[in-house]
């Protein structure tokens, strides 16, 4: 059986400014009707690789292949405007002065008058705009011109969409809503998808396999599931959400913190490894005369705190500890109302396999 063809394939590209590597190396294979999120901080060359797939910017070596066929190396290069690919930015870049039914038409070349109307009505119906076909953008509001925006990518028929921060600009009331719309409208056209983007609820949310970029390199690249919970370090852990850290020296192939001793496998002896958990995954247990839950395999033993502070975040509590031990300083997330006094007396446990062990490397902050 044949393997399916990718409908965008790079391969190794990099791209450096004045010596420095701002793309360095990046690979991705994306499926018709796949959504992939390059997701990472702003600088890390996202924006510059979605360039170079556009073709407003070449690369200083790497290939871009469309469907198998190769539309750009150092040598050979398809123009732009052949490439059949979409773009969507944070600037939907609307023409004020074209009615919404030319900006809409604005990248139709082929077809008679009547079948362009037809293509533009059809996708104003489908983004609920059809009433304001002969209004101008000037008259919509950020919501309705970004999916006009959308409306005038997808009617040339791209093959891939190239989407760049395309909802930063939308309030949070907006912007879930019109992310849902766009996403379905994508899949249904079949379209492959390279969306931008420097928020990981964003890329949680919409994307089927996300690439995880930083110092223009993919550290990581999977499925949201995957790459949430089985991440390559302890920058890829906080990125997606608050940590915490314990900093720990291994001995025997164990490492000893105040929650009890964590395995660290394959690490040699005298190595500093840092574990890191989130919020959500730190237990409270109330004190007991004293006296805490005892050990378990599971959690581990428990280390007693005093609540520094307690706040209401909406549909959770963040409170935040003190280790006796060390003084060291945690995070805890509860559901719902979960308000202690500052100064009440805790008991904190860990589960082990919520915990994540990496070797501390050189060039990071204690």
Known sequence: MTAAVPRLEIKD???????????DGVSLRIMPGQVTCLLGPSG????????MIAGVEMQDSGTIHVDGALICDTVFRVPPERREIGLMFQDFALFPHLSVADNV?????????????????????????????????????????????????????????????????LDNRLRDGIRD??????????????????????????????????????????APYNVYTRPVDRAAVAFFSDANLLRAR????????????FLAPGVPDGT????????????????????????????GTAARAVVERARFMGNESLVEFVLDH?????KATVPNVFLPQPGSVMWLTVRRDKCFVFPVTGGRDA
Request: proline share 6%; hydrophobic share 35%.
């Open 181 to 222: 719309e766009t996403l379905s409208i994508l899949k249904e056209e079949d379209t492959a998808v390279l969306l931008v983007t420097h928020e990981p609820d964003e890329a949680m949310r919409m994307a089927d396999e996300i690439a995880l970029m930083r110092d223009g390199r993919i550290v990581m690249q999977g």
């Open 250 to 261: 291994v001995e025997g192939a164990l490492a000893d913190t105040p929650f009890g001793q």
């Open 326 to 330: 060390d003084n060291l300083r945690l």
């Open 272 to 299: 500093d490894v840092d574990i890191v958990f989130r919020p959500q995954h730190l237990r409270i247990d109330f004190d007991r005369g004293g006296q805490g839950p005892r050990p378990t395999a599971t959690d």
């Open 105 to 169: 038409g604005f990248g139709l070349k082929k077809g008679t008058r009547a079948e362009k109307r037809a293509r533009i009505e059809e996708l104003l119906d489908r983004v609920d705009l059809k009433r304001f076909i002969d209004g101008y953008p000037h008259q919509l509001s950020g919501g309705e011109q970004q999916r006009v925006a959308l409306a005038r990518a997808l009617a040339p028929r791209p093959r891939i969409m190239l989407m760049d921060e395309p909802f930063s600009g």
């Open 13 to 23: 590209l990099k791209r450096s400014y004045n010596g420095r590597p701002v793309v």
């Open 44 to 51: 890390c060359g996202k924006s510059t690789t979605l360039r």
